[in-house]
């Protein structure tokens, strides 16, 4: 839930999901069911090169998409993200057009929720994946790049991101403990913040990776923070990725 609807006083239902596929899905009867319960949709790792085949997929739905990459002669695509939106809601969301290939930016008007917000949805490939640049094996540093991009555009704008990060975690702090500037000599150019919420994970029997440690590290800097673990309907840090070699934490909400 990102928040609630003045006019109607209806909450406004989102979820993400990394989907594995979109194409075999279309005809999925149950699968269409499950998703239209929502009022906005991200299906991640869409694999779709060409999202004209997938278009229209549900009814009173408007829908925006990233296409997924051909990163050699064989083999399926790579990535891909598809952002449905109800009809009634989609004129407050206005699409931010970008040069970045791993999320959808959307602005939404403070009208729909009382703040302007910049709301992402990312596919973020694992660290050192060909889709990346030869520069920037950090997919997480590239979002960063985006948001400072995204930032100075749009000033006042709070942000929410949410998505398939590839970033694992474990239960670290995703802010400064006792953020203060007391013994700094920048204090008239530093505000630190008062956030100070634990969180937690059940995905605490792996290590944290090089993605996980930039996410924590790109949340202090932004101040902004996960709800994962730390909100009503997650107070526990559930786990979101499962998969026959291991169940982790890998889709936050920031």
Same mark, same amino acid.
């Given at each position: 839930?990102?928040? &609630?609807? %003045?006019?109607?006083?209806?909450?406004?239902?989102?979820?993400?999901?990394?989907?594995?596929?979109?194409?075999?899905?279309?005809?999925?009867?149950?699968?269409? &069911?499950?998703?239209?319960?929502?009022?906005?949709?991200?299906?991640?790792?869409?694999?779709?090169?060409?999202?004209? !085949?997938?278009?229209?997929?549900?009814?009173?739905?408007? =829908?925006?998409?990233?296409?997924?990459? +051909?990163?050699?002669?064989?083999? +399926?695509?790579?990535?891909? /993200?598809?952002?449905?939106?109800?009809?009634?809601?989609?004129?407050?969301?206005? +699409?931010?057009?970008?040069?970045? &290939?791993?999320?959808?930016?959307?602005?939404?008007?403070?009208?729909?929720?009382?703040?302007?917000?910049?709301?992402?949805?990312?596919?973020?490939? %694992?660290?050192?994946?060909?889709?990346?640049?030869?520069?920037?094996?950090?997919?997480?540093?590239?979002?960063?790049?985006?948001?400072?991009?995204? &930032?100075?555009?749009?000033?006042?704008?709070?942000?929410?991101?949410?998505?398939?990060?590839?970033?694992?975690?474990?239960? =670290?702090?995703?802010? /400064?403990?006792?953020?203060?500037?007391?013994?700094?000599?920048?204090?008239?150019?530093?505000? %630190?913040?008062?956030?100070?919420? %634990? +969180?937690?994970?059940?995905?605490?029997?792996?290590?944290?990776?090089?993605?996980?440690?930039?996410?924590? =590290?790109?949340?202090?800097?932004?101040?902004?923070?996960?709800?994962?673990?730390?909100?009503?309907?997650?107070?526990?840090? !559930?786990?979101?990725?499962?998969?026959?070699?291991?169940?982790?934490?890998?889709?936050?909400?920031?």
């Amino acid at each position: 839930e990102i928040g &609630q609807d %003045p006019s109607s006083q209806q909450t406004v239902n989102f979820i993400v999901w990394n989907i594995d596929g979109l194409k075999t899905k279309l005809n999925d009867v149950v699968f269409k &069911q499950s998703i239209s319960k929502f009022d906005v949709i991200g299906l991640v790792e869409t694999w779709v090169s060409d999202n004209i !085949e997938c278009n229209n997929m549900l009814p009173g739905y408007s =829908e925006f998409s990233v296409d997924a990459v +051909r990163l050699g002669k064989r083999g +399926r695509c790579s990535g891909g /993200i598809k952002v449905l939106i109800k009809k009634h809601l989609a004129n407050h969301f206005k +699409r931010i057009k970008s040069k970045f &290939q791993y999320g959808l930016a959307f602005t939404i008007g403070k009208e729909l929720f009382g703040t302007d917000l910049l709301f992402i949805v990312v596919y973020l490939p %694992p660290e050192g994946s060909k889709s990346y640049p030869n520069n920037e094996p950090n997919g997480i540093n590239l979002l960063e790049e985006e948001i400072t991009i995204l &930032q100075s555009k749009y000033p006042n704008h709070k942000v929410i991101i949410s998505g398939d990060f590839n970033a694992r975690t474990n239960n =670290e702090l995703d802010y /400064i403990l006792d953020d203060n500037v007391q013994h700094i000599p920048i204090q008239h150019f530093y505000s %630190p913040s008062e956030f100070d919420i %634990p +969180r937690k994970s059940k995905d605490t029997h792996g290590d944290i990776n090089n993605h996980g440690r930039s996410l924590l =590290e790109l949340c202090k800097s932004q101040d902004i923070h996960m709800l994962n673990g730390r909100t009503t309907g997650d107070v526990n840090g !559930e786990l979101t990725c499962f998969t026959h070699r291991l169940h982790s934490c890998l889709i936050y909400l920031v």
